[in-house]
């Protein structure tokens, strides 16, 4: 299983003023720190777990940023390069980067790659590639041309296999594309032709790669909507021949193949892709996580605002730009297994599997320890970025967390439990959990404008949590109206009062569609079904207009006159959805619930009586059950009472629609007459 935390926006300004939204966003030698590059003329450093700002760095009026800056992990520098040609290097000393080290190469950079472990490199837009060192110690010196005439490179990455670095580049001419791999320990450049397979027939629109042993794995996004595969050698048998490569299917549709924009592709691990792009199903983009072992979907969470198709994968973190906004959204991904991608992975129920926690966390890397370093994505993630921990806390995170509960800010409050999260489960960490709630919801009764509504979800989404074992919780979301967290403890807990499950239905029941609308609510239970109570409701319209009532057919005689002569009720029905899929979602969770019919009864008494009925609620459990409910003696009673019910609807929507006949026959009557009575003058102004 995979899952998609709740985002926060890192960005306090609109980035992306070019059309195409931010260059990059780089680690710096800080684990916890990332260079944010824009694509006019400023690079901003931001440390993510306090989402603010740390440094600003800007070119001059004329200028322009044309590289993504980086961090040089052996200096601590950073650099930049702007109009293509000028090379920026500076430190957090610097303020003004007019005044900074300045070099004018004598050729233009496509990028500047910069890893863990060894010196930055630099990929000339011509495919030749640089050290940093020996650049700027001859920065005149003759660059040659690499690639063909009219080949441009359009993605590149830098990584280390067996602690020697490799870069990747990909070029496309004519349609067709080229892979150019580098290799520095053997200095030979290795070209390789990458075959379309028999069913794409498609243009590449995003890459991203991975190392399996014996082979680089690149995986890329095609206008199709599928995710393709190539296998490359990392030691090919010919490396100085141009070799060719076949990409195969590896995803099938895994975004609409309308999108002309707007998708990105990358690798979480060797089992998960994160895709950037909007569904077969939906218009707006979508950020969605893949199970590529068993080819299922594992999570999705909408992006209303859109997204300039860029995508950034560092430790945890996704980063991308929601609307003008860089926005961040913590995951977590399992070990791949059958139950696990189908969801059917009980934790609960087997002592021996846990909820995976973040498997590397920003915060813990300092000096606190990585948390489960037993999983083989942390260990390539360690690897890969050399971070060594040798510092371990005197004081337990658990320990830690208790107090800051007690009294630190909510933002202190989510470092310190992103740090307890990412240690190793303990047997007492169910308790844990339970008594920093307990903490929090003791605090927010002392101070009602507390209300750590992040920390509250991370610590449901640990799946260890019940009523009992935190009982404020439930009540607390009802106070604040929070049906997000409510939702959640209905679909979690199962030992939840009828009484409070009354309580949340009254408050799904009663709550405004526009707040409704604003809110993250899981879709899962009504995405299956909403297209066809849609499509079916057009057609029920459409057969009541278009057939009316048939005296031939039994009438239900008693239903109709009953309601004739009750004319108010028939009026009270609506006849728009007064169920939208969001309120849907949330009623479905009230009815998946545990609860006794028994205990439940007394407190339904209490429903206010415009909520009483929920004629589309209803309809939904049918399309839903309908093979179940035609099927089971049980139901033959109510189907009957539904038809009868339909059938006196029918009868009485007939008869309206004879009136509405009537008075429109009359209306235009009325019309004619008066138009009849009308004259009008007209003025001819000659010059």
């Known amino acids: 299983m ?26 710096s030698d800080k684990t916890d720190q990332f260079l944010v590059t824009d694509s006019g003329r400023t690079v901003i450093l931001y440390k993510v777990s306090d989402q603010k700002p740390l440094g600003s760095w800007s070119v001059k009026q004329g200028q322009i940023i044309t590289c993504p800056a980086v961090c040089n992990f052996q200096t601590g520098e950073y650099i930049v390069v702007h109009d293509n040609k000028v090379l920026r290097i500076w430190n957090n000393e610097d303020v003004n980067l007019d005044k900074v080290f300045k070099a004018t190469l004598s050729a233009e950079v496509y990028r500047i790659h910069s890893i863990q472990g060894t010196e930055p490199l630099v990929l000339f837009k011509e495919g030749a590639i640089r050290g940093l060192e020996a650049l700027l110690a001859e920065p005149q010196q003759k660059i040659e041309t690499v690639i063909s005439e009219e080949e441009v490179i359009k993605w590149t990455k830098f990584f280390m296999v067996f602690r020697h670095p490799v870069l990747i580049f990909i070029t496309e001419k004519h349609g067709n594309y080229f892979a150019y791999v580098q290799k520095f320990n053997s200095r030979i450049l290795s070209k390789y032709t990458l075959l379309l397979g028999q069913e794409e027939k498609s243009v590449t629109q995003s890459f991203s790669t991975s190392v399996h042993r014996k082979f680089i794995s690149l995986m890329s996004l095609s206008s199709d909507g599928c995710v393709y595969e190539t296998l490359i050698p990392v030691h090919p048998s010919d490396p100085e021949k141009n070799q060719r490569v076949v990409r195969s299917l590896l995803l099938k549709s895994v975004v609409s193949g309308n999108a002309r924009s707007g998708v990105a592709l990358t690798i979480l691990d060797q089992d998960h892709v994160a895709v950037l792009g909007p569904p077969l199903s939906a218009s707006k983009e979508c950020l969605s996580i893949w199970n590529t072992k068993f080819q299922t979907l594992q999570t999705s969470k909408e992006l209303p605002q859109g997204t300039s198709g860029q995508l950034w994968y560092h430790g945890e973190n996704l980063f991308m730009l929601h609307g003008k906004f860089l926005t961040v959204i913590p995951y977590k991904c399992e070990v791949s297994s059958l139950a696990g991608a189908l969801g059917k992975l009980k934790h609960s129920q087997d002592p021996d599997i846990h909820a995976m926690t973040h498997f590397v966390n920003w915060e813990t890397s300092q000096g606190y320890g990585l948390g489960s370093q037993n999983s083989e994505q942390s260990k390539r993630i360690l690897r890969r970025r050399k971070i060594e921990v040798s510092v371990q806390p005197e004081v337990p995170p658990s320990i830690q967390l208790l107090a800051a509960v007690q009294k630190d800010s909510e933002k202190h409050i989510e470092v310190e439990l992103r740090k307890f999260l990412a240690v190793k489960r303990t047997p007492d960490f169910h308790t844990i959990i339970g008594d920093v709630v307990i903490g929090i919801l003791g605090r927010y009764k002392a101070e009602p404008s507390f209300y750590p509504r992040n920390c509250l979800m991370q610590l449901i989404q640990t799946r260890v949590l019940s009523y009992s074992l935190c009982p404020g919780l439930m009540e607390s979301a009802l106070e604040k109206t929070d049906v997000q967290i409510l939702q959640i403890c209905l679909q979690q807990f199962p030992d939840i009062p009828e009484s409070v499950t009354c309580a949340c239905l009254k408050i799904f029941l009663s709550i405004g569609d526009d707040s409704l609308q604003e809110t993250d609510i899981n879709m899962e239970s009504v995405s299956d079904y909403t297209a066809t109570i849609q499509d079916g409701e057009i057609e029920q319209q459409t057969e009541i207009l278009q057939n009316g009532f048939n005296p031939e057919e039994d009438n239900c005689e008693n239903c109709a006159q009953e309601l004739i002569e009750k004319p108010q009720a028939a009026t009270e029905e609506s006849t728009s959805c007064p169920v939208t ?14 609860y006794s019919e028994t205990f439940l009864l007394p407190h339904l008494k209490d429903i206010p009586a415009q909520h009483i009925t929920i004629m589309d609620w209803i309809c939904l459990l049918l399309d839903a059950n309908f093979t179940v409910v035609v099927m089971i003696p049980e139901a033959k ?5 539904l038809y009868k019910f339909v059938k006196s609807q029918i009868s009485i929507c007939s008869e309206l629609n004879k009136i509405e006949v009537s008075f429109r ?21 000659l010059f």
Do not use: C, M
């Open 581 to 594: 899929g969001k309120r849907a979602a949330l009623l479905n969770a009230i009815l998946h619930s545990a």
């Open 665 to 685: 026959e009359l209306q235009k009557l009325n019309q004619e007459k008066t138009n009849r009575e009308l004259y009008s003058i007209e003025v001819l102004e």
């Open 637 to 641: 009673r109510l189907l009957l009472s």
């Open 2 to 27: 995979a899952a998609l935390e709740e985002g926060f926006t890192l960005t306090a300004v609109p980035l992306g003023s070019g059309p195409d939204g931010p260059l990059g966003v780089e680690q």
